[in-house]
């Protein structure tokens, strides 16, 4: 059974702070967006299984340790894609593989319109990336597609929930685990999360 983790730093608390701010541009809130990224896919790899290797210092060989897990990052597009200088940058080696998700209007359904996974699935653990899981919808589609790739070991990273979105994806994908920065009060009748942010995407890429 997966779990949700909502993180407790006080430095996500603080930068989560600043990143609802209506008044945070949209430089500072890629910053925000790349940082709280850094700090929460810290708590999201904690577990990862390692490989006793060896390593040769100046001095003499040691007891080293290597990732047993090879890690792929799947952004949706569009808001996903802020997260993913910080997963490289922690994570270099790691597959990125695309996947192009919106909510449609009006009824909220997501709409896939770009899939880059890979025909050859290399990978043992997949970390989804969306700042925002309001309805669902989205993560389940995504999580969705890993799955009917036999892809199991599946975790999403998200910096904002609503009770909704958690609903909606544990009932559908019960054993992957959900790390977020912070879950909110509920969903308007736009479905957008409240207090939230706002919209991820446009804010990032000051659009809207
Ligand atoms: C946003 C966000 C998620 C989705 C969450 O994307 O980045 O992908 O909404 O909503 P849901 O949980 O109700 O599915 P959006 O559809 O606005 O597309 P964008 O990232 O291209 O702006
Ligand atoms: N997508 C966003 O970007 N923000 C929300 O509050 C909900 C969906």
Do not use: C
Request: proline share 6%; hydrophobic share 45%; charged share 20%.
């Amino acid at each position: 059974m997966g779990k949700v983790h909502v993180s407790s730093h006080p430095l996500v608390a603080h930068k989560v702070t600043l990143l609802r701010d209506v008044n945070t541009e949209p430089k500072r809130f890629r910053e925000l967006v790349d940082e709280i990224t850094s700090l929460l896919l810290y708590e999201a790899t904690l577990d990862f299984p390692l490989r006793e290797i060896e390593v040769q210092t100046p001095l003499a060989t040691t007891r080293g340790y290597d990732l047993q897990w090879r890690i792929g990052f799947v952004p949706i597009l569009r808001a996903g894609l802020g997260m993913v200088p910080a997963a490289l940058r922690l994570m270099p080696f790691a597959e990125v593989w695309h996947l192009g998700i919106y909510r449609e209007h009006d009824t909220l359904r997501p709409v896939e319109y770009y899939n880059k996974l890979p025909q050859d699935m290399k990978i043992d653990v997949a970390l989804v990336l969306d700042p925002m899981l309001a309805t669902g919808g989205s993560a389940v589609a995504a999580v969705d597609v890993l799955k009917l790739r036999n892809l199991s070991a599946v975790r999403f990273v998200g910096l904002i929930a609503a009770p909704e979105g958690i609903e909606a994806l544990t009932r559908a994908h019960p054993d992957i685990e959900i790390y977020v920065a912070a879950v909110d009060s509920h969903l308007n009748d736009q479905a957008y999360i409240v207090p939230g942010l706002g919209d991820a995407g446009d804010r990032q890429f000051g659009t809207g």
